[in-house]
């Protein structure tokens, strides 16, 4: 069983930066595709950022601000997140796919103020 444990939310002003982070444990591998998820109030829940064999495709929404990367070793990816906008306030998901399913963690909330 694979499970997700993220950190890194929180609140930050608009222009700010969080960086959130997502270990997973169970059986993963280095080219299990792992990335993050958002669901905003209203909306249904979209890609941001996700890392496959081939690379790391983002959301066009999060292009040149936000940076996901991958510690192989710890099971971990990394979402850096700059120059926040209101707009990317919503429950943060990070998401692992392996043979055996698809993955969620519990969430955690970002909150961009202007």
């Known amino acids: 069983q694979v499970q997700l444990v993220e950190s890194g939310g929180g609140l930050v002003q608009a222009g700010g930066s969080l960086r959130l982070s997502c270990a997973a444990s169970?059986?993963?591998?280095?080219?299990?595709?792992m990335g993050w998820y958002r669901q905003a109030p209203g909306k249904q829940r979209e890609l941001v950022a996700v890392?496959?064999?081939?690379?790391?495709n983002y959301a066009d929404s999060v292009k040149g601000r936000f940076t996901l990367s991958r510690d192989n070793a710890k099971n971990t990816v990394y979402l850096q997140m700059n120059s926040l906008k209101p707009e990317d306030t919503a429950v943060y998901y990070c998401?692992?796919?392996?043979?055996?399913?698809?993955?969620w963690g519990q969430g955690t909330q970002v909150t961009v103020s202007s």
């Open positions: 998401n692992v796919r392996t043979f055996e399913g698809n993955y």
């Open positions: 169970g059986r993963i591998f280095s080219f299990s595709p």
């Open positions: 890392i496959i064999s081939g690379g790391t």
